[in-house]
């Protein structure tokens, strides 16, 4: 009986340490959020534009992984719908028309002459690409500006202007004829 309530205890006492064990883990290595929506806001374009639908990249993010199409983000186009439907092991759709088009990148140009300084443009921008000061000329940092053009409706003096990124020497690339949807699109030069 004796050797019983040994084995008893002693299976107790193993217990209790396991899961004592197992409950300091918990708490140690806690996983903060879904380690899947970070993958998708990682493949976004951090444009939080909101053509989604969305307030910003990481609310589209965590939509898709509950479940939303992964076909509504026009400035990621269909690069960033491949990457998304690779990652997530997803078929390839079309970009939804109603969100948007695809089309060059964008960035944002205050003509700062004409700029009076109201601020509206530094408060709409969520990337705060936008610098100034109440009642001074405005001007936008490229570098960190994303082209969402949330900026221009709330500028009372239409100072704003959208501008192309036209490809430099730097960073053009030719197209990959495989990821090309029509041969019509690879560029060919004629020789007479």
């Known amino acids: 009986m004796l050797e019983l309530l040994i084995a008893t205890l002693t299976l107790v006492g193993f217990a209790f340490i396991c899961g004592s064990l197992l409950g300091f883990a918990s708490i140690k290595f806690k996983v903060e959020g879904n380690p899947i929506v970070d993958q998708i806001n990682e493949v976004l374009p951090q444009t939080q534009c909101g053509q989604c639908g969305y307030p910003g990249c990481k609310p589209y993010a965590e939509a898709i992984a509950e479940g939303e199409a992964i076909n509504r983000c026009p ?13 997530l092991d997803m078929e390839v759709v079309e970009l939804d028309e109603s ?15 004409e700029c009076i300084g109201c601020t509206k443009c530094i408060q ?23 082209g969402c053009d949330l900026c221009i409706p ?25 990821q090309l949807n ?11």
Do not use: F, Y
């Open 75 to 87: 400035p990621g186009g269909e690069a960033g719908i491949k990457a998304l439907a690779e990652l």
């Open 99 to 113: 969100c948007g088009e695809e089309s060059l990148p964008t960035v944002v140009v205050i003509r700062e002459d």
């Open 124 to 146: 709409a921008c969520p990337v705060d690409a936008i610098t100034g000061a109440a009642k001074m000329m405005h001007t936008v940092i490229e570098s960190e500006c994303t």
């Open 154 to 178: 709330p500028c009372p003096v239409d100072c704003i202007d959208i501008v192309e990124i036209q490809p430099t020497i730097d960073d053009w690339h030719w197209p990959n004829p495989a």
């Open 182 to 192: 029509k041969p019509s699109q690879i560029p060919v030069k004629v020789i007479s």
